[in-house]
T-cell receptor
Framework: DADVTQTPRNRITKTGKRIMLECSQT?????MYWYRQDPGLGLRLIYY???????NKGEISDGYSVSRQAQAKFSLSLESAIPNQTALYFC??????????????FGPGTRLTVL | GENVEQHPSTLSVQEGDSAVIKCTYS??????FPWYKQELGKGPQLIID?????GEKKDQRIAVTLNKTAKHFSLHITETQPEDSAVYFC?????????????FGTGTRLQVTL
C-alpha cells in the first residue's frame, strides 16, 4: 500500500463550488504539506503543518484552507473554487527527526479542473 | 523569502550522453539542497541532496555540486538512460527543525532519446 494517499485523484468542478482534497499517510510523520503544481511554475507551498495543533500558511494560501484532523490526515479545501485554481495538487510528509531527515515524501497528486 | 531559479526548462540528450541542470538561490542562509525526480503521473521523489558544508556528492550516475559563494548548485547525470526521462526539480531550504520548508525551482523536463 502507498505510504501517502490522496483522494480524489481527479476532480472536475464548477466555479463557486466548495471542494475538499484529502491526504492520508501511514508513515507516522508529524509534518505534512500541501503544494500546487502549475506548468512552468514548479511546486508552490500552500499550507503546512508541523503537528496536529500547528497550521501555517505557505506562499500561496489565499483562497485555500486546511484541516489537520489527526497526525495521519491533512485536508485542503477550496471554499469557492475559481478557474485559476485549476492545477495538480500534491500532499507531502516529512520527519526531520527520523531516518529520512528533511526528505519529503509525496502523494500521487490530485488533478483539479475548475470550469 | 527564498527564490530558486532553475535552467534549462527543457533538455534533450541522446542516450549515453551527460545532462546538467543548474539552479541558483537567493538566500545565503539556505543550507540544504535536494533534487527531486517526477515521473509521469507520479509525485516527486528525492534522488539526491547536499548540505552546505559539502561541495559535491555523488551517487552512482548522479552527482550534485554546490558553490556557496556563487549561490548555485547543479545536478549532473552521466551515461543517461531512457528511464532518466522525467521532470527534475531543485529546491532549497533554510535549516532543519522548525525552519525546514522547501522552496522549489520551476522544473526541467529531461528527455533522453535513443
Amino acid at each position: 500500500d502507498a505510504d501517502v494517499t490522496q483522494t480524489p485523484r481527479n476532480r472536475i468542478t464548477k466555479t463557486g463550488k466548495r471542494i475538499m482534497l484529502e491526504c492520508s499517510q501511514t508513515k507516522g510523520h508529524d509534518r505534512m504539506y500541501w503544494y500546487r503544481q502549475d506548468p512552468g511554475l514548479g511546486l508552490r507551498l500552500i499550507y503546512y503543518s508541523f503537528d496536529v495543533k500547528d497550521i501555517n500558511k505557505g506562499e500561496i494560501s489565499d483562497g485555500y484552507s486546511v484541516s489537520r484532523q489527526a497526525q495521519a490526515k491533512f485536508s485542503l479545501s477550496l471554499e469557492s473554487a475559481i478557474p485559476n485554481q485549476t492545477a495538480l495538487y500534491f500532499c507531502a510528509t516529512s520527519d526531520p527527526s527520523g531516518r529520512g531527515g528533511n526528505e519529503q515524501f509525496f502523494g500521487p497528486g490530485t488533478r483539479l479542473t475548475v470550469l | 523569502g527564498e527564490n530558486v531559479e532553475q535552467h534549462p526548462s527543457t533538455l534533450s540528450v541522446q542516450e549515453g550522453d551527460s545532462a546538467v541542470i543548474k539552479c541558483t538561490y537567493s538566500d545565503s542562509a539556505s543550507n540544504y539542497f535536494p533534487w527531486y525526480k517526477q515521473e509521469l503521473g507520479k509525485g516527486p521523489q528525492l534522488i539526491i541532496d547536499i548540505r552546505s558544508n559539502v561541495g559535491e556528492k555523488k551517487d552512482q550516475r548522479i552527482a550534485v555540486t554546490l558553490n556557496k559563494t556563487a549561490k548555485h548548485f547543479s545536478l549532473h547525470i552521466t551515461e543517461t538512460q531512457p528511464e532518466d526521462s522525467a521532470v527534475y526539480f531543485c529546491a532549497a531550504s533554510i535549516g532543519t527543525g522548525t525552519a525546514s520548508k522547501l522552496t522549489f525551482g520551476t522544473g526541467t523536463r529531461l528527455q533522453v532519446t535513443l
